[in-house]
């Protein structure tokens, strides 16, 4: 059986997280078939927001708009919906997707090795995704976003401003 590697991207830590500056419409958190073609958030008032981060983690996922659109070439079945952050106090707006990546199971999550805060090492069922270049695993409050090596490289070499790229273990196994 060959080896697969696998990559967490995610927002650097060095820089102010997003998420909980917005307020998001209750469809939105009920899920992805909830939420509209185009949502608009706002950003919360007197909250900071960074409209150069590439991504916003809890409650939901965002991608910036550079971010997804790498994720979506290499996997165009993957659908999206597009999320404007308005911020009333700066007077600008960013744009972002909600995006229907496919899930893994994560198994024992209490197993999980934490280092620095950083999950570096996970089980998680991954029938069904054998092919996917991007993929989400829970991890109790927030989600973890995995690529593939090739992904990771083209991500790599994009040289995105605010993002991670890190490789993460990850033991298969089942339900």
Same mark, same amino acid.
């Given at each position: 059986m060959s080896e697969t590697n696998y990559y967490v991207i995610e927002h650097d830590r060095q820089l102010s997280s997003n998420g909980a500056s917005l307020q998001w419409p209750e469809r939105m958190l009920q899920g992805y078939d909830y939420?509209? #073609?185009e949502e608009i958030v706002y950003v919360k008032s007197g909250q900071p927001f960074s409209s150069s981060s590439i991504l916003?983690?809890?409650? @939901? %996922? @965002? %991608?910036?708009d550079e971010l997804s659109k790498f994720i979506m070439k290499l996997a165009p079945e993957i659908t999206s919906k597009r999320v404007v952050v308005?911020?009333? #106090?700066q007077y600008n707006q960013s744009f972002y997707h909600l995006m229907d990546l496919p899930k893994a199971t994560c198994i024992a999550p209490d197993q999980a090795l934490i280092q620095s805060g950083q999950v570096m090492s996970i089980m998680a069922d991954l029938s069904g995704l054998e092919q996917e270049p991007a993929f989400l695993i829970p991890y109790y409050?927030?989600?973890l976003v995995i690529v593939r %090596? #090739? %992904?990771a490289e083209r991500l790599l070499r994009a040289g995105i401003y605010g993002l991670n790229v890190r490789p993460i273990q990850i033991t298969e196994g089942d339900m």
């Open positions: 939420a509209a #073609e916003a983690q809890y409650p @939901l %996922l @965002l %991608l910036s308005m911020n009333l #106090e409050r927030t989600q %090596l #090739e %992904l």
